[in-house]
């Protein structure tokens, strides 16, 4: 009988063993990935269900030193085994780790169940130099630096794209340090410069490139690392016009699509607006005044609500209270409150915050201290000044020349899609 190899990539449940037999595996490994530093530790057990009363032989297990397999006799019964796989992650487990375990039927017929388990490091969004804390990151001309602690301009590299290419700032390695995605409009190639390369070798793909695209990256799938993301407005015969959302995973290249939002005035945005881990969808709709939230996996709308009346208000969405959830945010321009951040947390509270008066100062927020709560910032093209809010005291960092050629990276997509220089 040839050996049956199962691939389990964090969801699977049923291996075939031979001839009309199953061999049945519950639950399946946990899907998530190992965050050191926070929550390391991998605890598998499962149930082998099977025909006959003589339970399966592990015959080789391929795993890491740190995990240890054991097999739980309490629980046997006829037909059924319990079997723990359990270990805690250490620093040198960075990255994807391959398991495998080769059951043996009585006869001998191996079953393989395989399956990887990711491990990556804890890891503050926009944080370049691996310090916990998120640092100002931007792009002058074709050249990208970040702030450091001294608040000095730090090069990362030279890209060669077009003047409206569209900067991103993510997570595609399993460093604690941010990486880079740049995508061309004209084309849909994208250039992906990450911190464990040295920001150099980007790996280049296509994806996108309608007029109407606006790209994002964000974790859809849990798997701890960024996907990359499209919105597009597609024509229709009435009024509306379809929004559609797709999403391009990385590690496989899959392709996934989910049709939401209506008008092509709509304003997308992303975030984990639920803390389940994963990227949800977003409109703000400027012709009812109404934001819409989906998860971008299954049928859920996750809420409707009715939240800043005027069109020029500028989004600004981050985890200002520290729930773990993206909280929907505005900065109003009118001149009758000019510079009023309103923040709406996930259980419907709102906050008001006055700060930044400019009406083209452009929203960074971010976890600029550490403190696990999003900061208020801009940068002021005016100046070519940093501001952050930390623990109500503005700061003001220099930048670069007034007007100068900067693209701020942790600004919103919809603003960078829309910027030209």
């Keep these: 009988m040839k050996p049956f190899t199962l691939m389990i990539a964090f969801s699977i449940c049923s291996l075939v063993l031979t001839a009309g037999k199953t061999l049945k595996v519950d639950p399946p490994p946990p899907g998530h990935p190992l965050v050191l530093g926070e929550a390391a530790t991998f605890f598998w057990e499962f149930e082998i269900k099977h025909r006959g009363n003589e339970k399966p032989r592990l015959f080789q297990a391929t795993m890491p030193s740190w995990m240890t397999f054991t097999y739980n006799d309490t629980t046997a019964a006829k037909g059924s085994h319990t079997y723990v796989l359990q270990g805690q992650a250490k620093p040198d487990a960075l ?116 007029g109407t695209d606006t790209p994002f990256v964000g974790d859809v799938d849990g798997d701890g690392l960024d996907d990359l993301i499209i919105h597009r407005f597609v024509p229709s015969y009435d009024e509306k016009s379809r929004g559609v959302w797709f999403t391009r995973s990385l590690n496989n290249d899959s392709v996934d699509s989910l049709s939401f939002s209506g008008y092509d005035d709509d304003i997308p945005l992303v975030g984990d607006f639920n803390g389940n881990g994963t990227v949800d969808v977003a409109v703000k709709q400027l012709r009812n005044n109404r934001w819409t939230i989906h998860e971008f996996y299954g049928e859920t709308q996750l809420a409707r609500f009715p939240f800043s009346m005027q069109d020029s208000d500028k989004i600004a969405p981050a985890d200002y209270d520290g729930d773990g959830t993206t909280d929907i945010a505005i900065r109003r321009v009118t001149e009758e409150q000019l510079g009023a951040w309103i923040i709406r947390s996930r259980n419907g509270s709102l906050r008001l915050q006055n700060f930044a008066t400019q009406p083209n100062d452009i929203e960074v927020p971010a976890d600029y201290n550490g403190d696990g709560l999003a900061d208020h910032a801009v940068y002021r093209p005016s100046t070519g000044e940093f501001m952050p809010m930390i623990r109500e005291k503005v700061k003001v960092i220099s930048v670069a020349p007034a007007n100068a050629d900067v693209v701020p990276l942790m600004a919103q997509s919809f603003f960078k899609r829309h910027y030209r220089r």
């Design 95 to 210: 990255g994807d780790t391959p398991i495998s375990l080769v059951f043996t039927d009585p006869k001998g017929n191996p079953t393989t169940l395989s399956f990887v388990v990711r491990v990556v490091a804890a890891y503050t969004p926009g944080d370049f130099d691996g310090d916990g804390t998120a640092d100002f990151s931007f792009r002058e001309g074709n050249s990208f630096y970040y702030l450091n602690r001294q608040n000095e301009a730090t090069y990362l590299f030279f890209d060669g794209m077009p003047a409206n290419s569209v900067p991103l700032v993510g997570r595609f390695d399993h460093d604690n340090r941010a990486d880079i995605a740049v995508w061309n409009p004209a084309t849909g190639d994208w250039s992906i410069y990450t911190s464990m390369t040295g920001y150099s070798h980007p790996v280049q793909c296509q994806f996108g490139e309608r």
